[in-house]
Each structure stands twice: as C-alpha cells, then as structure tokens.
C-alpha cells in the first residue's frame, strides 16, 4: 500500500558539458549549439567540417529500453545510457555506431519471445548507400563472453535500402508480427544536404525534415525467417505518423493499426517559439491524429485483374491490383483523437482487441486517457479537469486469464501548480480508479515509460 517516487537527471556526457559551461554547448535536434567564439579561426574551421555527420547528443530522454538484465535510456541519435532502474544513476554510455553501421535509431524496440530486443536505424550514405537496417541485440551472451558488451554480439537482420540516397525517411518506430517485419517509408523525409550544412547555416538539424504530400508511403515487409524483403510494391498516400500500436497476420493478410496525420503539423510544434504563453489559441493542430487499421494481403491471385480488390477480410480497408502490379491500399478508421498508444505487450504481433491511449484534443497535450477497443470501437475514458496524464502503461495481473486482465498506471500532472501530482492505477477491465498516490515534487509531462516487475531488477 506505499509508494515511492524518486527522479534524477540522466547524466550523460551532454549534460556534464551544459552544466559546467552554464549554457547550451551540445547539439540537439532543435537547437544547434556553437562553439566558444573567442576560439581561434582554425578550431572554427574545424567545428564546422566535423558537423557534417554531427557527433551526436547522448541526451536520452524519450523512452526505456530492456536489454538482457540491463536497462538503457534512449533518444534517436546513436548513443543509449545504461541506467540502474533502482537509484537511477547513469552508468557506462553505448554507441550502436560502434557495432552496427547506424547514425541514428528508434527509440521503440521490440522484444521477442526468446527476450531479444530488435530495433532499426538509419545508416546515412555508407559506402554511398543510404540503406534502413534492422539489428538485434542478444538477450544473453555465452558464458566464456560474458565480461564482453552483449552488443558486440549485435547482429543484423536485414536491410532495406532507401528509396532516395540523400532523403531517407523519418521514422520513431516499426512494426512486428510473427513472421515479419513491418517498415513504412513515409514521405517525411530527412535532407541530408542540409543537414550536412545546417552548422554552417545555423540553423537545428529539425529544420532539415520536410513532408512531400504528392508522394507516396511505402510498405516494406521483411520474412523473419529468410531476413528477405516481399517484392510485390504496396503503398498508401502521403500520411505522417509516429507510432505503431500493434500488427498481426490473419489468413495470409498482414493486419496493422498505426495513428496517422495528415501532415506534419504535430512535428512542428514543438518548436520552442510554438510553445508561448498563448500556447492554446495560437497552436491548433491543422491535422487530428487518427487510428488507421491496414490490411495488406501478402497472399493473393497473382492473376486478379489491375482494378480488382484483394482484401478477403471483413473490413473497409481495401488493397487495389494497379497497373504496374503494385498494390495501392487504404486504410479502415478505427477512430479519432489518441496517441501514444500503448497494449497488453503479451499481445504484440498476435490478434489483439485493446488499445490504451492518450486522448488529445486540439493540441498534443493529453487531457484524458482512453481504453479503445478495435472490435467494437467502444471507448472507455477518465479524466479530470485541470488534469493532464502522460501515455498509459498497462501492468497484466499475474494470474492474467484475459486481455486486459491488470491495471493501467498513468502519472498526471494539473494545471495549478500548487495542486499536487499524483499516479493513479486503473482497473484495465472497466477503467475504474482503484487508488491514487500524491507526489509533493515537481513533476513533468513525459513521453514514454516501463514498468519493471521485481522479477526483472537485478540485485546488484
């Protein structure tokens, strides 16, 4: 019946810098730092020529990774810090680029049954290739290796070259079913000219993504198996999107449920001159998240007629046979209006009904939390007013019999800041609350979490 809250900057190396300087002296994606102007020319120079392939920030601070034992804080850029999940200290600094050929990842891993964790990353015009790379991280290592990083054991699966060698696609996270891979290349892409000249520019690397809503999205499906992509081409429109909630195969159809925009409205407010005071007149959101379910049937009559439709599920989303053999698919709307969706991970890449979400409204700030259901489209909710909860994490019961057997945690910050923040447990089932523990601290909105049964902590 108690609780503990305990918070800590992460120490990385990023941090160490800005704080001893007393300013910014380390690149992020939106804000470029530069060097102290009484250095001489020839150091200038050089600062310039080394942006080129910025060496990148290790301030990790959008989710938590699980890798054997072991817990690691991760952003998008190449480094991931190794925390103790217990006191939260910073231990010992990771660069996938050490070990795989990737300048920047996903901060979503996926786990699989044996506890491997599998991620992508973009490798940036190596060997003058711009190629996406999946890779996989052992859960284990052989016990004679055992002093040695686990990630010299990384392997990659496959990958995928990019459509354009010099605008590779932006992505946070991809998709896993059973038997593949799921990869969008989504027409918000990266220029890497501009990137490569954003230093000298000064201007952030951010600045660098732009949307093409005249393109295409691509669907790349990758056999697990034979680490082989499918040939045949799908695509959908332009469309923008951020996370996967979950994908599944079902009489040779891959099924996937992404929350998708129509631009990249979201993205740009996050700039910090976006953020003002009058933060809620001045940012409406040009395009609402949706929930979009696509069915791709990878097993279909190669001699269907260009026109014909594909799909033999009960669903409105359709595959279209087109001309050049392609196959053009539109999505069924499950709903509106969530985000940072999270499910029952013993679920993932399987059959699944439930979703647990954040529900937003003109802005990206979460004003309640939702339980969705994809059969019935029924939509549990809790909120109050003044409240604003981060992402939902879902916790199954240890005797879980059914999927949403278990609770679902939520921090939630209010509006006045002499009114505390608290963390409220849910019942998964009926979104009931079954208690709340008030935190006297300052707390801020995050972005994703883990939750970590005590059979998971190593004693150290």
């Known amino acids: 019946g108690e609780v503990y809250y305990r918070s800590k900057y992460l120490r990385s190396d990023t941090y160490n810098c800005n704080i001893e300087a007393n300013r910014i002296v380390v690149s992020e994606f939106g804000t470029m730092a530069y060097p102290d102007p009484c250095k001489n020319i020839f150091a200038k120079a050089f600062s310039y020529l080394s942006h080129t392939i910025p060496e990148f920030t290790d301030n990790c601070l959008i989710n938590i990774m699980k890798s054997g034992d072991d817990f690691y804080a ?13 006191t939260l200290d910073t231990l010992e600094k990771v660069d996938y680029s050490k070990y795989v050929a990737v300048n920047v990842t996903t901060s979503h891993p996926h786990y699989d049954s044996a506890g491997n964790t599998l991620n992508m990353g973009t490798s940036i015009v190596d060997k003058g290739k711009t190629k996406y790379v999946l890779f996989k991280i052992p859960s284990s290592v052989p016990e004679q290796e055992k002093k040695k990083s686990r990630f010299k054991h990384l392997e990659v699966v496959c990958t995928i070259p990019s459509r354009s060698l010099l605008h590779p696609s932006y992505y946070h996270s ?14 918000f892409r990266l220029d890497i000219v501009k990137m490569a000249t954003a230093y000298i520019r000064g201007v952030s690397w951010a600045s ?6 005249d393109e295409k999205t691509w669907f790349h499906f990758v056999d697990r198996k034979t680490k082989k992509e499918v040939s045949t081409k799908f695509y959908t429109d332009a469309l923008v999107f951020f996370h996967h909630i979950n994908a599944y195969e079902e009489d040779g159809h891959i099924i996937f449920d992404i929350i998708a925009y129509a631009d990249n409205s979201l993205y740009d407010m996050f700039y910090l001159k976006n953020l003002s005071e009058d933060f809620e007149e001045k940012n409406k959101l040009t395009s609402f998240p949706t929930c979009k379910r696509f069915v791709v049937p990878l097993q279909y009559d190669k001699d269907a007629e260009v026109g014909s439709h594909l799909v033999t599920l009960p669903s409105t989303a359709t595959a279209v046979k087109e001309k050049d053999g392609s196959i053009y698919c539109q999505p069924e709307v499950l709903c509106e209006g969530i985000e940072l969706p999270r499910i029952n991970y013993d679920y993932n890449g399987k059959k699944y009904k439930y979703v ?7 802005s990206p700030v979460p ?14 909710q809790w909120g109050e007013d003044h409240c604003w909860p981060s992402e939902p994490i879902f916790v199954p019961s240890p005797d879980a019999r059914e999927e949403d057997d278990g609770v679902v945690l939520t921090c939630v910050v209010r509006t006045d800041p002499k009114e505390l ?13 079954l208690g709340r523990a008030t935190v006297d601290v300052e707390m801020h909105l995050d972005l994703h979490g883990i939750f970590i049964p005590e059979r998971d902590l190593k004693t150290e």
């Open 356 to 362: 647990y979400a954040t529900k937003v409204q003109w």
């Open 208 to 213: 660098c993504l732009a949307f093409n809503k």
């Open 421 to 433: 923040p608290f963390l409220v447990v849910l019942d998964a089932k009926t979104f009931t609350e």
């Open 74 to 86: 991760t952003s998008e850029t190449n480094f991931i810090r190794k925390i103790n999940p217990q």
């Open 367 to 380: 004003v309640k939390i939702a339980k969705f259901n994809t059969q019935t489209k029924e939509m549990l």
């Open 174 to 187: 991809f998709g896993i079913t059973e038997n593949y891979i799921i990869f969008i290349e989504q027409p």
